[in-house]
């Protein structure tokens, strides 16, 4: 199986193993964790073969960071692109599940220097002790998160997606370090059955015209 992700003269075709991909996204539900004054999730019913009607279709209500999403500039940066206007580009491709289990708090500079990120690590997801907080079905605020100066550290590396496994990256000041840098942001990964090591990432958000974010589905593949 062969990808050709957007990218340079035609784009760059890249390998794929040929078994099943691994889903890293988070099951939208009705009483699952969301990000504390967020929208909730309401999944009804709008027609039903049983009430007559010809076809089921339900009506979903929730808010555009629910679950696994991404983040678009807008969403701290006024005036800046929306979710439909997003390149797809930092989000197909080679990444690295980064082991950043033994982290607390933030993780800054120090921090994802001791990662030791392969040189070229273009697309980093970090796996932290939040994934055991998807065992809770309320929003857990004690959470690790990037601080600013690991999101600077990261753009130094030439770093241009960056995802982590809670509904947060971090606080206002890390999200325009990286927005405004045009970093991609996936937020809500479920990287419990997920190692550390190279993966091949999809991820692709809802085209929302104008949305400051939309929920996506992602997915590996091990390398």
């Known amino acids: 199986l062969r990808a050709r992700v957007p990218g340079g003269a035609g784009g760059v075709m890249y390998d794929l ?3 099943p991909p691994i889903d890293v996204s988070v099951t939208i539900r009705p009483r699952m964790p969301i990000y504390e004054g967020d929208p909730g999730v309401a999944i009804a019913q709008a027609k ?8 089921n279709v339900s009506r979903l209500e929730l808010g555009a960071h629910t679950g696994t999403h991404v983040d678009a500039p807008c969403h701290f940066i006024t005036g800046a692109a929306g979710a439909d206007e997003l390149s797809l580009d930092p989000f ?11 982290a607390a708090g933030s993780i800054d500079a120090a921090s994802i220097d001791a990662l030791g990120l392969p040189p070229g ?11 055991r907080l998807w065992e ?23 770093v241009r997606l960056i995802g982590i496994d ?34 091949f ?18 997915v590996l593949w091990p390398r």
């Open 201 to 218: 990432l999809a991820c692709l958000p809802l085209r929302i015209a104008g949305s400051d974010g939309a929920p996506a589905r992602a």
């Open 136 to 158: 809770h079905d309320s929003f857990m605020p004690d959470f690790v998160r990037l601080d600013s100066s690991g999101a600077a550290a990261l753009i130094a590396r030439g």
């Open 121 to 131: 690590s273009d697309r980093v997801l970090l796996k932290t002790p939040n994934s």
């Open 92 to 102: 197909i491709g080679p990444c690295v599940v980064a082991d950043a289990t033994a």
């Open 17 to 19: 193993p040929g078994g």
């Open 48 to 55: 039903s073969i049983d009430r007559g009607d010809p076809a």
């Open 166 to 199: 809670y509904l947060s990256l971090g606080d206002r000041d890390t999200h325009v370090v990286l927005l405004g840098h045009g970093v991609g942001v996936i937020e809500g990964l479920d990287l419990r059955g997920v190692d550390p090591g190279p993966y």
